[in-house]
């Protein structure tokens, strides 16, 4: 394993990939998602991604089953001390079983209040190393967040805030909000984001890929952690049984793909294992958000761990299309 530091040279050392838990609890059992956790572990991985929303649309499911799994695991393991530990906020259906999103609990500060201590019992933990915005509340004065946010810092319940889903502009005025109030700022964006380029209009909801704006933001932001979710696109580069989302099915897209393939070949690396190695040695470095459901798929994405991609073929991809 590789590490890295989030949210600059002075946060905390994390592993260059993060475990992302999504179905853990609902679509993958706690048998499974113990198996990828110990392996990830065992492989020198430290930093793991959840949610307070993980997976509430799965049938009889709330949203807190991910955060239980882990809590488990930490527990049964005794290596909470060893993990970086992410989890998120806002994005939860409030009431339960309302309309989502229009119905989302929102960033105010009752809610950052309440959920953080619905989540350090879930995760059976006394602090949340990232906590995230889980999506953007316009209706919240962005103010009020970050002044939640700096009071679970100062109140050791939080180690540092992040966003997701955020479009450039309020990340920055998020973080001019915070650095007026004098409480501390984002360390980390967590954005969609993938070798291929979604094609013009393309609509992802409340969860968008990364914008060229957004990228331009964060190669001038080295203080930002870039965290990217759906980099693998679930498996759809290698999976021929999964089809590319439909947002991502253009003619450029095609064309990448066909490189991509190539690449692969030549380098004896997986298409996976190719978009891992693209992402993380780009000019905007990448901490990807990797998915598994058992120990052998982990396998594949560790193997990009350490690989660099020539100058030669970076140029290849980047210009594919």
Same mark, same amino acid.
């Given at each position: 394993?590789?590490?890295?530091?989030?949210?600059? @040279?002075? =946060? @905390?050392? /994390?592993?260059?990939?993060?475990?992302?838990?999504?179905?853990?609890?609902?679509?993958?059992?706690? *048998?499974?998602?113990?198996?990828?956790?110990?392996?990830? +572990?065992?492989?020198?991985?430290?930093?793991?991604?959840?949610?307070?929303?993980? #997976?509430?649309?799965?049938?009889? &499911?709330?949203?807190?089953?991910?955060?239980?799994?882990?809590?488990?695991?930490?527990?049964?393991?005794?290596?909470?001390?060893?993990?970086?530990? *992410?989890?998120?906020?806002?994005?939860?259906?409030?009431?339960? =079983?309302?309309?989502?999103?229009?119905?989302?609990?929102?960033?105010? *500060?009752?809610?950052?209040?309440?959920?953080?201590?619905?989540?350090?019992?879930? %995760?059976?933990?006394?602090?949340?190393?990232?906590?995230? &915005? +889980?999506?953007?509340?316009?209706?919240?004065?962005?103010?009020?967040?970050?002044?939640?946010?700096?009071?679970?810092?100062?109140?050791?319940?939080?180690?540092?805030? =992040?966003?997701?889903?955020?479009?450039?502009?309020?990340?920055?005025?998020?973080?001019?909000?915070?650095?007026?109030?004098?409480?501390?700022?984002?360390?980390? /964006?967590?954005?969609?984001?993938?070798?291929?380029?979604?094609?013009?209009?393309?609509?992802?909801? /409340?969860?968008? !890929? #990364?914008?060229?704006?957004?990228?331009?933001?964060?190669?001038?932001?080295?203080?930002?952690?870039?965290?990217?979710?759906?980099?693998?696109?679930? =498996? #759809?580069?290698?999976? @021929?049984?999964?089809?590319?989302?439909?947002?991502?099915? !253009?003619?450029?897209?095609?064309?990448?793909? #066909?490189?991509?393939?190539?690449? &692969?070949?030549?380098?004896?690396?997986?298409?996976?294992?190719? /978009?891992?190695?693209?992402?993380?040695?780009?000019?905007?470095?990448?901490?990807?958000?990797?998915?598994?459901?058992? &120990?052998?798929? %982990?396998?594949?994405?560790?193997?990009?761990?350490?690989?660099?991609?020539?100058?030669?073929?970076?140029?290849?991809?980047?210009? *594919?299309?």
């Amino acid at each position: 394993m590789e590490y890295t530091t989030l949210g600059g @040279p002075s =946060g @905390p050392r /994390v592993s260059a990939l993060c475990l992302g838990t999504l179905p853990f609890g609902t679509r993958i059992d706690e *048998a499974a998602a113990f198996a990828v956790l110990d392996r990830f +572990h065992e492989a020198g991985g430290t930093f793991i991604d959840t949610a307070n929303t993980y #997976a509430f649309w799965e049938p009889g &499911a709330t949203g807190a089953e991910s955060e239980l799994v882990i809590g488990r695991w930490l527990r049964s393991r005794g290596v909470r001390d060893e993990m970086v530990l *992410a989890t998120k906020v806002g994005a939860l259906p409030e009431p339960p =079983g309302s309309a989502w999103p229009e119905y989302a609990e929102g960033l105010s *500060a009752p809610v950052l209040r309440r959920q953080v201590e619905e989540s350090l019992r879930n %995760l059976g933990t006394d602090r949340i190393d990232l906590y995230y &915005a +889980h999506i953007d509340d316009r209706a919240t004065p962005v103010a009020e967040t970050m002044g939640a946010f700096g009071d679970l810092v100062a109140a050791g319940k939080i180690g540092r805030a =992040g966003c997701s889903n955020f479009a450039a502009w309020r990340v920055e005025e998020s973080r001019g909000a915070a650095v007026a109030a004098g409480v501390p700022d984002y360390a980390a /964006v967590q954005q969609r984001y993938t070798y291929l380029r979604p094609r013009p209009g393309a609509e992802f909801g /409340v969860n968008p !890929h #990364a914008s060229e704006e957004l990228l331009d933001y964060l190669g001038t932001r080295p203080e930002l952690t870039f965290v990217a979710y759906t980099t693998q696109l679930t =498996g #759809a580069y290698t999976d @021929p049984r999964k089809e590319i989302p439909e947002q991502y099915r !253009h003619k450029g897209s095609r064309r990448r793909l #066909a490189v991509l393939a190539e690449v &692969a070949k030549e380098t004896g690396l997986t298409a996976n294992q190719v /978009v891992l190695a693209w992402a993380m040695g780009g000019g905007v470095p990448v901490l990807p958000v990797i998915g598994a459901s058992s &120990a052998g798929q %982990l396998e594949e994405s560790l193997g990009a761990v350490g690989v660099r991609l020539d100058d030669g073929i970076r140029r290849r991809l980047d210009q *594919a299309d």
